[in-house]
C-alpha cells in the first residue's frame, strides 16, 4: 500500500470518529452545513459566521459587506443565486497564536486545510446552496493533500463512488506519486443536489523538484476540492420566532452603560465593562477613558483614534484590534492580547504592558516612553521609528522586532531576550541592556553612548558604524572584528 493511500485511509477513519457523526449544537460552534435551507440571512449567527463579503465564485473576498443583510449588493450569478463569503469567528485561534501555542488550527478549515466559505442567497435573502473549496494559495506542501478533503465532502453528504466519473484530460497532465485523480460526483435526493470536484495532478510541463534548479517549484500541480450543494427546489422561509421588542433605554447618566453594550453610543467614559465582549465592535474616536475594560473581548475592534487613557485593560482581548493614533496613556494592559494589532502612532507613554502578549504587534510611530514592557512577549513586532525613552524591557521577548531609528535613549532592557533584533540608526544612548542575548541583532548606526552592555551577548551582531563613546561591554561576548571601547 503506498503512502498516499494510507493517509488517505487515515483521512476516512478521522472522518468516521469526528467528522461525520453528528455533534451536540452545544457543544461546538456551528458550521456552514449546519445551517438548513430556507434560513435568512438575519439569523445566521453573528459572532460565528463573520465579515462576510461578496463572494467570487470560490476565490478570495470581493466586496466587504456592512453584514449578510447587504447582500444584494453581491452580483447574480446565472443561477439567480448570489454568493456571500465569510469566516468563521478566529477569536479562539488568535488567542492560541498570542500564547505561541504551536498546535493552534486556523479556525476556517477543515482536516486542517484552509477553505473558503459561502452562502448562495436568493433575492429574498433566504439560505438556497453553499459552496466550499480549498483555498488554492495555502502554503504548497499544506495544498499537496487539499484533495483528501473532498473524502469530508462525500462522507457528509453520503455520496459513493458509483455517483462519481471521471473528467477529461489535457495533454501533459500527470500523476503525481503514481496517483490522478479528476473527478467529478454528483447525487440528488433528499431535497438537494450536491456537485463535489476533487483534483490531483502535475499540470503540464511541471514537476515538484526543478531538475535543473533543484529547487522546488510552486503552484506546480493542481490539489484542491470543491463543494457546491444547492436546493433542488427554492426553499420556502422558515418559521423563526420574533425577537421581543427592545426596551427603550431611559437617557442619562445611570444608563450609558447599557446604551453603550447595546451600539446606541460610543462613549462609555469611567464606565465598568468588565469581561464584555465587543469584539469586531467599531469604536472609532470612541472615549472610554478611566472605564474597566479588564478582561473584555476587543478581538479585531477597531478603536482607532479612541481615548483608553487610564483604562484598566488587563487581560483583555485586543488581537487584530486597531489601535491606529488612540491614546492609551497611563492605561493598564498587565497580561493583555495584542497579537498582530494595529497601534501605529498610538500614545501608550506611562502605560502598563507588563506580561502582555505583543507578538507581530506594529507599534510604527507609536510613543511608549516610560512605558512597563518587563517581560512581555514582542517577537516579531514592528516599532520603526517608535518612542521608548526611558521604558523598560526587563526579561522581554522579543526576537526578531523590527526597531529602526527607534529611541530606546536611557531604557532598560536587563535580561531581555534580543535575538536577531533590528536596531539600525536606534538611538540606545544610556540604555542599560545588560545580560541581554542579542546574538545576530543589526546595531549597525546606532547610537550607544554610554550604554551598558555588560554580560550581553553580542554573538554575529552588527555593530558597523556604531557611536559606542562611553559604552561598556565588561563581560559582554562580542563579534568577532568587533570595535568596542
Not at 463569503?85 to 500564547?99: M, S, V
Not at 517608535?386 to 524591557?393: D, E, M
Request: hydrophobic content about 45%.
Amino acid at each position: 500500500m503506498t503512502e498516499r493511500k494510507i493517509r488517505r485511509l487515515m483521512v476516512g477513519v478521522l472522518l468516521a470518529v469526528c467528522c461525520v457523526a453528528p455533534a451536540s449544537a452545544q457543544q461546538r460552534a456551528p458550521r456552514i452545513w449546519d445551517i438548513p435551507f430556507g434560513t435568512h440571512v438575519r439569523d445566521l449567527p453573528p459572532q460565528e459566521f463573520v465579515d462576510p463579503s461578496c463572494g467570487t465564485n470560490g476565490g478570495p473576498a470581493g466586496l466587504p459587506l456592512a453584514g449578510f443583510i447587504d447582500f444584494a449588493r453581491c452580483a447574480v450569478e446565472p443561477a439567480g443565486l448570489r454568493e456571500v463569503w465569510f469566516i468563521y469567528d478566529d477569536t479562539r485561534e488568535y488567542i492560541g497564536r498570542a500564547l505561541r501555542n504551536a498546535l493552534i488550527r486556523s479556525a476556517t478549515t477543515l482536516l486542517d486545510q484552509p477553505v473558503i466559505l459561502s452562502y448562495l442567497v436568493d433575492d429574498d435573502g433566504l439560505v438556497q446552496g453553499l459552496r466550499v473549496v480549498t483555498d488554492p494559495r495555502a502554503p504548497a506542501d499544506l495544498r499537496l493533500a487539499a484533495h483528501d478533503v473532498a473524502l469530508a465532502f462525500k462522507a457528509r453528504y453520503d455520496v459513493g463512488d458509483g455517483e462519481c466519473s471521471d473528467v477529461p484530460t489535457v495533454p501533459g497532465e500527470a500523476p503525481i506519486d503514481g496517483v490522478f485523480i479528476k473527478q467529478r460526483c454528483l447525487r440528488d435526493g433528499d431535497g438537494r443536489s450536491v456537485a463535489i470536484d476533487e483534483r490531483f495532478f502535475y499540470r503540464p510541463g511541471h514537476q515538484v523538484v526543478d531538475p535543473q534548479a533543484l529547487r522546488t517549484v510552486t503552484n506546480e500541480f493542481e490539489s484542491f476540492a470543491r463543494l457546491e450543494v444547492l436546493a433542488a427546489v427554492r426553499a420556502a422561509p422558515l418559521a423563526v420566532a420574533e425577537p421581543a421588542p427592545a426596551a427603550t433605554p431611559v437617557v442619562g447618566t445611570q444608563d450609558r452603560r447599557s446604551m453603550f453594550l447595546a451600539g446606541l453610543a460610543n462613549d462609555c467614559a469611567g464606565c465598568e465593562l468588565a469581561g464584555v465582549d465587543l469584539r469586531r465592535r467599531d469604536l472609532t474616536d470612541a472615549d472610554l477613558g478611566g472605564a474597566n475594560l479588564e478582561g473584555a473581548v476587543l478581538h479585531r475592534a477597531n478603536l482607532r483614534r479612541a481615548n483608553l487613557s487610564g483604562t484598566n485593560l488587563r487581560q483583555a482581548n485586543l488581537n487584530r484590534a486597531n489601535l491606529g493614533f488612540a491614546n492609551l496613556r497611563g492605561a493598564d494592559l498587565s497580561g493583555a492580547m495584542l497579537y498582530q494589532a494595529e497601534g501605529s502612532r498610538a500614545d501608550l507613554s506611562g502605560a502598563i504592558l507588563r506580561n502582555a502578549r505583543m507578538g507581530r504587534v506594529n507599534f510604527t510611530l507609536a510613543r511608549l516612553d516610560g512605558a512597563d514592557l518587563d517581560f512581555a512577549d514582542l517577537g516579531e513586532a514592528r516599532l520603526n521609528d517608535a518612542s521608548l525613552v526611558a521604558a523598560t524591557l526587563n526579561g522581554t521577548y522579543m526576537p526578531l522586532a523590527v526597531l529602526f531609528r527607534a529611541d530606546l535613549h536611557r531604557v532598560v532592557a536587563d535580561r531581555a531576550m534580543m535575538v536577531e533584533v533590528g536596531l539600525r540608526n536606534a538611538n540606545l544612548s544610556q540604555a542599560s541592556l545588560v545580560g541581554t542575548d542579542l546574538f545576530g541583532a543589526d546595531l549597525s548606526g546606532a547610537r550607544m553612548t554610554e550604554a551598558d552592555f555588560s554580560g550581553a551577548r553580542l554573538l554575529s551582531a552588527n555593530l558597523a558604524d556604531t557611536d559606542q563613546v562611553g559604552a561598556l561591554f565588561t563581560g559582554a561576548t562580542m563579534p568577532d572584528n568587533s570595535i568596542h571601547r
